[in-house]
């Protein structure tokens, strides 16, 4: 054979292997199948509705399922390990709620860690926390609540659905916001904690806005303040703590979604446009609003942030006030 031949027999071997590497080793379009969302919280509930609701519309937009995997317990740690030990393909995501910045200062000794083992991919939402009393207090106004406190200090009860719960660490931060104590009564959920604050055998209760919202209205318990910093639309004449007996004091049940650490950065980046597209979604904002919803979106550097600063403020609560789990 020829040099001039040998020599073309190499460039076309060479041709052949140019045009077949890329073709091994193309990443395939994302999503290319159903992608499983992860909850660390019973079907039914708010964030369930929520969840669902968002993952129904962010599958629309993204053009694969996005599946809801109710996976309850441990306040939320056995679907956050879950996630953290899942490939990291973006078929396996989690959809956390502010548990995920509380658990550390509770479980010492978790499987996971959330700033290790997690990315953010995006906050999603925000059900405020509404402070309610029992009626038979007789008291009018957040104002009147706050006053009627510092004249029986730790004489009343308050409910919470559950030591270490968001319930109760709000029901703390408002104390120590306010200067005030009350003695602790924790319950295994929401429900029979707003009921017995209903039935007047608790005082007052810090409550999500879906969990307090239907009683409130319907004159079971009274309102007094919630603890966002503006008025909520669904329930305009409900003032905020801020505006009446705590300035700025912000306290809700927040939610995202996280990715296990090492997905790669661009389907990072797909699914929190497609959070923030669903997140204008006019059917969705509705689905949102009877929940007492507020939708939120960021880039993951923001939730990143968003979630350190939590983990501090909890952590900080936590300790000051020696909660332990039972």
Known sequence: MSLKAIARSLLAAVGIGMAWTPASHAQEAYPAKPIRLVLGFAAGGG????ARA?????????????????????????????VARATPDGYT?????????????LYPKLSYDV?????PVS?????????????????KSAQDFVAY????????????AGNGNITHLSALLFLQATGTKATHIPYRSEAPAITDVAGGQVAFYLGTAPGVTPLMKDGRVLGLAVASLKRMPTAPELPT??????????????????????????????????VGTALKDKALLEKFAMQGAE????????????????????????????????
């Open 149 to 160: 406190l510092k004249a029986h200090p730790g004489q009343l009860n308050y409910a919470s």
């Open 54 to 82: 968002l993952a129904q519309r962010m599958g629309e937009l993204l053009g694969q399922p996005v599946i809801v995997d109710n996976k309850a317990g441990a306040n939320g740690n056995i679907a956050a390990e879950t």
């Open 295 to 326: 939708p939120r979106h960021g880039t993951p550097s923001q939730y990143g942030a968003f979630i350190q600063s939590e983990l501090l403020r909890w952590s900080q609560i936590i300790r000051a006030n020696g909660v332990r789990m039972d």
């Open 93 to 105: 995501l989690l959809y956390n709620t502010s548990s995920i910045a509380i658990s550390p200062a």
């Open 115 to 119: 700033s290790k083992d997690l990315v």
């Open 241 to 274: 703590m801020s505006e009446t007996v705590a300035k700025d004091l912000e306290l809700g049940a927040w939610s995202g979604i996280m990715a296990p650490a090492g997905t790669r950065p661009e389907i990072i980046d797909k699914l929190n446009a497609a």
């Open 123 to 139: 906050p999603t939402a925000n059900l405020p926390i509404i402070l309610v009393a029992a009626k038979n207090l007789g008291l």
């Open 47 to 50: 964030t369930d509705v929520i």
